[in-house]
């Protein structure tokens, strides 16, 4: 892990205001690993899940899944994570708010497989979930260079939250794409 990725998560982990819990599906387990190496982990995560077979995610959602690497069910994926967060924060702390983050996934892999090498990290808190899309050039990428760059945005996103001005520089291919959308909770 390199010193920007250690810098941030370290500051991430210095603000106990914001507390939540991850769910990855495909890719993005390296951000667990990253997060949870760094002292101060207790303070952030209250909780984080790999169901990584469609049937896992389908028995952790409790729901049947038509297409589980979506911007719609990351978002499903992140609500649920919220949801977590919400009955397993401790009770006497009242100030702190919360959110769910999920990433589902489909990447560089060792059989032939049809679409686009991609992932989407859906951000879910108290008002809103934020979405971000990002698409690889998967003739140019591996599934370790993907992975790490999935993981970097997962760490950019919890950033974020905290009002982190640095980020981690993904540096994608020319032809690569990272989207962004944001839905309001009424």
């Known amino acids: 892990m390199d010193k920007e990725i250690t810098n941030i998560i370290t500051k991430i982990h210095k603000n106990d205001s914001l507390k939540g819990s991850l769910v990855v599906t495909g890719c993005g387990s390296t951000a667990i690993s990253w997060l949870l190496s760094i002292p101060g ?35 499903n994926i992140s609500n649920k994570a919220y949801l977590d967060s919400s009955t397993i924060l401790d009770s006497n702390q009242k100030d702190v708010k919360l959110f769910g983050l999920s990433c589902t996934g489909a990447i560089s892999t060792d059989r032939e497989r049809k679409g ?6 859906s951000v879910r808190s108290e008002k809103k979930i934020t979405t971000y899309s990002i698409y690889f050039d998967k ?48």
């Not at 686009?116 to 990290?121: F, Q, S, T």
């Not at 974020?160 to 990272?178: M, V």
């Open 116 to 121: 686009e090498d991609k992932a989407h990290i």
């Open 139 to 186: 003739n140019n990428r591996n599934r370790i260079t993907e992975e790490i760059i999935i993981s970097k945005l997962i760490i950019n996103s919890i950033a974020s939250l905290y009002d982190i001005n640095e980020r981690i520089p993904l540096n994608l291919l020319e032809n690569e794409k990272l989207f962004t959308s944001h839905k309001i909770i009424k």
């Open 41 to 75: 982990a207790s303070k952030t995560i209250l909780s984080a899940h790999i169901p990584y077979s469609k049937l896992s995610l389908e028995k952790f959602l409790n729901k049947d899944l038509k297409n589980h690497v979506s911007e719609e069910e990351s978002r």
